[in-house]
Structure formats: C-alpha cells, structure tokens
C-alpha cells in the first residue's frame, strides 16, 4: 500500500509540471488553434532565466531562500512572460490566416529557442542552487517533501486563479469570445492582438513557472529538457481536451501517474509504450479528449 | 597566341609537380576527435577534446611529426549515433590521418564503421562495450578496459567487499549502459546467494526516477548499481537519498565525472564507483595534471588522460611508419607494444584492445573522489 501511495506522490509532481506546461498549450491552442511547439522550450528558458537571477542575487549576498525564489520566479515569469508575446508577434501574428505556415513557424521558433539557450548558456546541463532541504512531514515509509507539497499546490493554486482569470473577469470574456469567432469578437470591439498577446503572456509565465520550480526541485536543466517535458504536455493537453482547462490540469496529473505506475508495476522501459498507448485508446474512444466535449465553447 | 601554348602547358605541370609537394611538406598532420559537445556529456566530450590538444601541442613543441606540426580536427558527435555518423564523415573528409577519442559508445559503434569503410585508424579513449573491438575491424583500438572486463569486476567487488546478496541494476538502454548492465548480471549470475531483485532501464533526458527508485526500494537492496552517464547518475543518487532506499549506491565509469558531485550535492557522499584509474590515482600523471590544470584552469576530467595516450599513441605509431599513409598508419597501431603512457604501459592485443587493464572503486567524500578503502 505504501508503495502504490509513492507512486501515486511520485506521479502527482511529475503531473504538477506537465500540466503547467500543458497548460500553455491549451490556452493558445483554444484562441487561435496553433499547436504553439515553443511551449516546452518557453519552460526550459524560463528555468534559465530563474538560474540567471538567483545566481545574480547570490551575487548581491541574498541569503534568504525564500525571497530568492520568489524574485526569481517573479523575474523569470515576467521575462518568459514576455518572449512569449515576442514570438508571438514574431513568428505567428503576421502567420495566423495560414495554418500549415504557422506551425512550421512554431517549430522553428521552439529549435530558435533550444539552440540559443545552448550558445548563450551551455550545450550540457547546468546544476541549481539547492536552496531548500529534503525534508518533508514524517509519514513513516512514505517520502513527501515540504518541496512536493509546495510544487503541489503552489500549481493548483495557480490554474485555479487562471481558471477565474479565463471564466471571470473581462480578458477572459474576451478570450472566449476571440476563441468562439474571431471575427465576431473584432466586431464587438475587442483588440484581438492585445487578447492572444495576453494570452501568451499567460501560457509563457506558467511554464516558466514550471521551469524554474523544476530547477529548485532536480537541481539540474538543460537547454533541452523542455523537449520531452513538452512533448508530455502536449500529450497531457490532448488527452484532456485541447482548448479546455481543467482538461490540461486533469491530463498532466494522470499522464504523470500513469508514468508513475507503468514505471513501479510494469517497467521503466514500457512506460512511454504503456502511456501512449492509454493515450491512443482513450482519443480512439473521446476524440475530443477526457472534458474536451464542447467543441465550440473551448476554454 | 599558339605560340604560347607549349609554355603555358609547361607552367601549368610544373605548378601541379609543385603545389601538392611543396603544400604537403608545410601543411599539419590532421588528427580527428569526435566527442560529444553538447548534451548531458558535453563536459567529459570538452575534457577528452583538452586532452588531445595538449598531446598535440606538447607534440608541436617538440618538433611536431614527420616535420610537420599536428593538428587537432574535432567534431560534435552528441553522444547520438546519427550525430556520430556525420562527425565521422565529417573528420574523414576534412583529411584526417587517424582518429583518437570518442565518448559514448552509442556514437563510437557508428564511427568505427564510417572509419573502417574510410580506411581511418581509430583509437578509442573512452568507449568501453565490448562490441567495438569485436566486429573484425582492423582499424579499431582501445586504451582502455571493456565492459565485460568491468562488470565481472563490479559483480567481485559487490559480493566480495560489500558482502551483497540483493543486487537492483539500472541501465539506460543505451549501448554502453545495457551491455554493462547485462555484463554485471552474467557475471553475478554464478554466485551463490546473490539475487539480482531489479534490471530495469530509465529514459536519459528525464529528471524524475522517482517512480523507478520507489519500485526497488520495496525490493530492500543491498546495492544499487547505475550503468547509465552521470548527467542521470547524479539525480538518481540524490532521489536515492531522499526516498531513503536502502544499500550502497554505486555506478559505473561513466559517473567518475566532477560534474556527478556538483550535481548530487550532498547525497554524493559515500557514492561508488567503479571505473578506470583517475588521473589523479596514476603515479606517471603527475606532470600531466600539472600541464593540464596550467592550460585550462581546472582539473582534467576522467578520461582526458586516456585520450592524451591515444594521441601520443597515435603520434607514435605514425612515426614508425615514417609517413602519413592512412593505412600505413593502421599497421604501424596494431604493432604498439610496451607503450610508455601517463595511464601505464600499453599494449594492445589482435583485437585492438589493450592488454592487462586495471579497474579500482573510487569512493566520494567530502566532495570527492577517492580510493574506496574497506570500513575498519
């Protein structure tokens, strides 16, 4: 029991930052229905940032982990945050009416992104600060650290808030409606650039969140870890209806788990076989994805 | 204008008698190194690559070879066997007499075919499955041990030293870690009252091994033994101390990196490993770590020091052929023998390999890495 109860932890953090980054995904996926391939990458840069900024901190001997993360994450949101908007009228705004045009747009954006951070950063792996123990509430044989619990809900917290972000206030009534019919929302009078900017913004901020948090936790990232983490969330998106919220979130915590369990009860090298092909079997059954039901009204 | 004729055609024979004569009495020796420079072992790839520049350039100051200076041609293989298809196309192109180095098996295999096929003796560094030197190739050499060589050892000094019966093995899928893995477990398969409770792989390029680890923590193992690289090993070692599973953990060479310690931090403490002698254990490296850290300001990694032989080895042999024919050069490398390298004396056997190879564990302590000595 205690295992299962491990791995069922093990999968929830794994999960934590899949659905970050999925996430992303959805959101711009939702607006202007662009797999935006530069989402896991935003992740890795966001992960850079943070390391750039707590090493410059260090620099200024701020010891206190607590506002060193917090700057970092704050500071690394906000630039992440804004590249995203960069490549988005960059790479996709003169792009958005040729959908074949923009997604290969999308993927030289996402290697624009992974080779930079080799050339500017490092072509191997960099190690974070350890700022933060292991510890964790003794639950006997069961490891939680305070880390995980803080990843944990730190992350709901956050897709809560955007969830109320999209649902209750006046951007996300914009955003429904650029998502529903563009055209229509233009006439309604909504700055639609300034609405798929924001949403970018959004999208970006979260995985740099992911990114930094992941630092803290592994003590190690690399300019292609947002590569495979990526290609999980976008796994982890799909599976949870794209264009849907809570969808992402649902989807990046049972990706991680199903991860979890295939690795603990099957073998470590199944698991990819065992979670894509849950995968394939749960699209053959609900095309749309596990809460991807109403196609027209996404987000 | 017909007048000229004769003597243009003149002009132009003697400038071709000429230009490659006089180029080729001037122009270095190109010697090829592939080694991975980006991904998770960039930093062992850029250590071998220093190793061979400082064999060239001490070479260079002592008169270069055959007359002619030495140059260093190296090439990214990614540890990735496309990436080291290319690097090997791309050395042999740009003219390389011969080619030492390498890293990752799963890149070295597919350059010692590209070289084969080009004729280019290759003398690996680092790149220790036993498959290299067993494919009939006669343009393959090594200057260090091989897997089935180090995973017999490992297995010894497991139930031996650490008087271990439940044994959990973790490999990459990767050549070089799925041949050492499989050679471990041949080996303790002999063995009264040893289990192997766990032989399973993780995915290099992942961070999370949680789950893997929280499956052979259920299986109470004596020791834990990673055939995998240490861009995994390190998060593997410190996810091992923070899920508290019990036993050793130990790893194979391709974990003797510094890099491993920055990036296990604490949980690095009391670490195994099995590998070939560091530098720093060889008595006739001395002058060499103190050449090393000069030029490049810091210590010289695990295997730059095997690559500094297979250079001068190379060096060597192309002296004793007395020219820089490609295939000349192939014969004069089988016939090294009695060798005097800083890794000791080297001689290699009609497979290529050297003969009589040596493996120690290294303990880490305090940050790093020693000779394992028995608790008292």
Redesign the interface.
């Known amino acids: 029991m205690?295992?299962a109860l491990?791995?069922l932890v093990?999968?929830l953090?794994?999960g934590a930052f899949y659905a970050l980054i999925a996430l992303g995904y959805t959101m711009v996926y939702g607006i202007i229905r662009l797999i935006n391939f530069a989402q896991g990458d935003l992740y890795s840069v966001g992960a850079f940032i943070g390391l750039s900024m707590l090493s410059l901190l260090a620099g200024l001997h701020l010891r206190n982990p607590l506002v060193l993360t917090a700057l970092g994450l704050v500071v690394s949101m906000g630039a992440t945050g804004l590249l995203g908007v960069l490549i988005y009228r960059v790479a996709y705004r003169p792009l958005l009416r040729s959908p074949l045009s923009i997604l290969i747009s999308a993927i030289g954006a996402s290697l624009t992104l992974e080779y930079s951070l080799?050339l500017i950063y490092?072509?191997?792996?960099l190690?974070y600060p350890?700022l933060f123990d292991?510890g964790g509430p003794a639950l006997g044989d069961l490891?939680v650290?305070w880390m995980q619990v803080t990843i944990f809900l730190v992350s709901l917290a956050l897709m809560l808030a955007l969830y109320v972000l999209v649902h209750r206030t006046k951007l996300g009534l914009a955003m429904r409606a650029l998502a529903i019919n563009q055209d229509a929302a233009r006439l309604m009078g909504i700055d639609v650039s300034r609405v798929i900017a924001a949403t970018f913004f959004v999208g970006s901020a979260l995985a740099a969140f992911g990114g930094v948090m992941?630092g803290l936790y592994?003590?190690?990232i690399?300019f292609?870890?947002g590569?495979?983490a990526g290609l999980k969330a976008f796994t982890a998106a799909v599976l949870g209806g794209i264009g849907n919220i809570p969808g992402a979130m649902l989807g990046g915590f049972i990706v991680g788990i199903v991860?979890?369990?295939a690795?603990?009860?099957i073998?470590?090298?199944w698991?990819?076989v065992v979670t894509f092909g849950i995968l394939i079997l749960i699209l053959v059954v609900r095309p749309r994805g596990l809460l991807g039901e109403r196609v027209v009204e996404r987000m | 204008m017909r007048r000229f004729a004769p003597v243009s055609v003149l002009v132009v024979v003697v400038l071709a008698l000429c230009a490659p004569a006089g180029g080729a009495q001037g122009a270095p020796v190109k010697l090829g190194v592939p080694v991975p420079?980006?991904?998770?072992?960039?930093?062992a790839g850029q250590d071998i690559l220093n190793g061979a520049r400082l064999a060239a350039d001490q070479a260079n100051a002592r008169g270069g070879v055959l007359g002619r200076q030495i140059e260093i041609v190296s090439a990214d293989d990614a540890c990735d066997a496309q990436q080291g298809v290319t690097a090997a196309q791309k050395l042999v192109d740009a003219g390389v007499v011969a080619v030492a180095g390498g890293y990752c098996s799963s890149a070295a295999l597919p350059e010692s075919g590209v070289f084969h096929t080009a004729g280019v003796a290759f003398v690996a560094d680092a790149s220790t499955n036993p498959q290299l030197t067993e494919q009939g190739f006669d343009n393959v050499f090594r200057d260090i041990g091989r897997d089935d060589q180090q995973g017999p050892f490992a297995a010894n000094f497991m139930v031996d030293d650490l008087h271990a019966h439940r044994i959990a093995i973790v490999h990459d899928?990767t050549v070089y870690a799925k041949g050492l893995a499989e050679a471990t477990r041949t080996a303790l398969a002999g063995k009264p009252g040893v289990h192997v409770v766990f032989f399973?792989?993780?995915?290099p390029?992942?961070?999370?091994f949680?789950?893997?680890l929280?499956?052979i923590?259920?299986l109470r193992p004596d020791v834990l033994y990673f055939t995998g690289y240490y861009?995994e090993g390190?998060?593997l070692a410190?996810q091992f101390?923070?899920?508290?599973v019990p036993g050793e953990f130990m790893a194979g060479d391709a974990n003797n990196d510094p890099?491993f310690i920055?990036?296990a931090?604490?949980a690095a403490d009391g670490v195994l490993v099995t590998s070939a002698p560091l530098a720093q254990f060889l008595p006739e490296a001395k002058a060499y770590i103190a050449a090393y850290r000069a030029k490049y300001g810091h210590a010289p990694g695990p295997y730059s020091a095997y690559e500094y032989d297979a250079v001068n080895i190379t060096i060597a042999a192309i002296k004793r052929a007395n020219t820089t024919d490609r295939a000349a050069i192939i014969k004069a490398l089988a016939r090294t023998t009695d060798f005097k390298g800083i890794t000791g004396t080297i001689s290699f056997n009609a497979k290529g390999d050297r003969a009589g190879v040596n493996y120690m564990v290294l303990e880490i302590r305090d940050g790093e890495f020693t000779a394992y000595r028995a608790a008292a």
């Open positions: 205690d295992v491990q791995q093990n999968g953090t794994v080799l490092s072509p191997s792996f190690v350890s292991t490891v650290s992941t592994y003590g190690q690399s292609l870890m590569f495979l991860e979890s369990l690795t603990g009860y073998s470590g090298r698991k990819d | 420079l980006s991904g998770g072992s960039a930093e899928n399973d792989a993780i995915t390029g992942e961070k999370d949680t789950a893997t929280t499956r923590k259920s861009a390190g998060l410190r101390k923070a899920l508290r890099t920055k990036e931090g604490a």
